[in-house]
T-cell receptor
């Protein structure tokens, strides 16, 4: 199964600023999912973007996908302290392989 | 929204003992998973389960591990003889399909092996 690699590993911003996290993967995908993990908790699904989509929005989240570069980005606008968490991308390929998670981006939003 | 529930939230055991971690997946879901996360490290896939059998497992899921769906609602992970390195947070997840759209995670069981 393939795994996304998130970048940067850690990001620290002030409340109100935007946060951008990137994900790269290796092979063709069916879709790519982003998850959030608050400290010591399970992962929570945030958003899914399909391989034929280039951009998707959900509230303050904007996800882009560039299949030619095999990369995706997650933008959180007007960040809040409650957005402090680790964020993971999970590329899903067409072979039915299981979702695996990389090391994530640890986002800290300072009030 | 329906939730995946895991019990207990914390489990402390002695090395060499057997532990059973319990999960109640969302009721109409068909695919079940176990993941684990050693403190400060990535979330690692252990095993997936569908139609009463293992559909995929990772290298971590060796002979010490087993999974079972003993009835219509529970999904369990058994570690036969725990080692110190089994100390981790164990997450159960479920999905209505094969995980291609969304996984629903429980809050985890923190296992400490002494």
């Amino acid at each position: 199964s393939q795994q996304g690699e998130e970048d940067p590993q850690a990001l620290s911003i002030q409340e109100g600023e935007n946060a951008t996290m990137n994900c790269s993967y290796k092979t063709s995908i069916n879709n790519l999912q982003w998850y959030r993990q608050n400290s010591g908790r399970g992962l929570v699904h945030l958003i899914l973007i399909r391989s034929n989509e280039r951009e998707k929005h959900s509230g303050r989240l904007r996800v882009t996908l560039d299949t030619s570069k095999k990369s995706s980005s997650l933008l959180i606008t007007a960040s809040r302290a409650a957005d402090t968490a680790s964020y993971f991308c999970a590329p899903y390929d067409n072979a039915g392989n299981m979702l695996t998670f990389g090391g994530g981006t640890r986002l800290m939003v300072k009030p | 929204e329906p939730e995946v529930t895991q019990t207990p939230s914390h489990q402390v055991t002695q090395m060499g003992q057997e532990v059973i971690l319990r999960c109640v997946p969302i009721s109409n879901h068909l695919y079940f998973y176990w993941y684990r996360q050693i403190l400060g490290q990535k979330v690692e896939f252990l095993v997936s389960f569908y139609n009463n059998e293992i559909s995929e497992k990772s290298e971590i899921f060796d002979d010490q591990f087993s999974v079972e769906r003993p009835d219509g609602s529970n999904f369990t992970l058994k570690i036969r003889s725990t080692k110190l390195e089994d100390s981790a947070m164990y997450f159960c997840a479920s999905s209505p399909d094969n995980g291609s759209e969304k996984l629903f995670f429980g809050s985890g069981t923190q296992l400490s092996v002494l």
